[in-house]
């Protein structure tokens, strides 16, 4: 019974260059939410995605920033353009339905580090 | 607006001790607040839940208290131990319920 999977766990990126995170939810799960860490700080929330939907994008910057969870395969969550400022952790959870009470379960991250 | 925060950034206790970490919040129509563990280099993992319906909730090993009066939260571990060691978050669900808003964090060291 796997849990959330998140690929790569550690990725280094260029200032410049493309970002492409991962994250495969727990099976039958279909909602998915990304949140990302900065050192010494709690997870700001981004987005939350259904399949093939985005339902709420409001922590999510306005440009550079996208996301995706199409009706096959994992969802991905696209950095065009690094900057310094995006090293973080992203964390990625999901939960077998939205909205509260239902608990969302959390992937092991990927460390993004921009140099 | 909402905010969820932590009073104290550390905690340090013995081994077998009871732990408690708290938790204000600002918004008093949350309704519904978690309490998650991080360890190191790995994702937040959920301890236990509570709604605005309930004063306490019970797990094992751990209690969560809501004081809705004051909007104050707090995490209890009974007889700490060394694998407890980790930054603790509590979080509440937006209005909309779509994310959760986590405070910065309690680090708790737990000595033998």
């Known amino acids: 019974n796997a849990g959330v999977m998140q690929n790569p766990r550690h990725l280094v990126r260029r200032r410049g260059q493309e970002a492409r995170l991962r994250c495969s939810p727990m099976?039958?799960?279909?909602?998915v939410y990304w949140y990302r860490q900065l050192p010494e700080e709690g997870l700001k929330f981004m987005v939350y995605l259904q399949k093939e939907n985005i339902i709420d994008e409001s922590g999510m910057p306005k440009e550079r920033f996208s996301a995706e969870f199409p009706k096959e395969g994992p969802s991905i969550l696209r950095i065009q353009q690094v900057v310094r400022g995006d090293s973080a952790a992203y964390f990625c959870?999901?939960?077998?339905?939205?909205?509260?009470?239902?608990?969302?379960?959390f992937g092991p991250g990927t460390r993004l580090t921009v140099t | 607006g909402e905010n969820v925060g932590l009073h104290l950034p550390t905690l340090s206790v013995q081994e077998g001790d009871n732990s408690i970490i708290n938790c204000a919040y600002s918004n008093s129509a949350s309704d519904y607040f978690i309490w998650y563990k991080q360890e190191s280099g790995k994702g937040p993992q959920f301890i236990i839940d509570i709604r605005s319906n309930m004063d306490k909730r019970q797990g094992q090993r751990v209690t969560v208290l809501l004081n809705k009066t004051v909007k104050h939260l707090s995490l209890q571990i009974a007889a700490t131990q060394p694998g407890d060691s980790a930054v603790y978050f509590c979080?509440?669900?937006?209005?909309?319920?779509?994310?959760?808003?986590f405070g910065k964090g309690t680090t708790l060291s737990v000595s033998s």
């Open positions: 959870a999901s939960s077998l339905t939205g909205g509260e009470g239902y608990e969302q379960y």
């Open positions: 979080a509440e669900i937006n209005q909309a319920g779509t994310a959760l808003i």
């Open positions: 099976k039958g799960h279909s909602h």
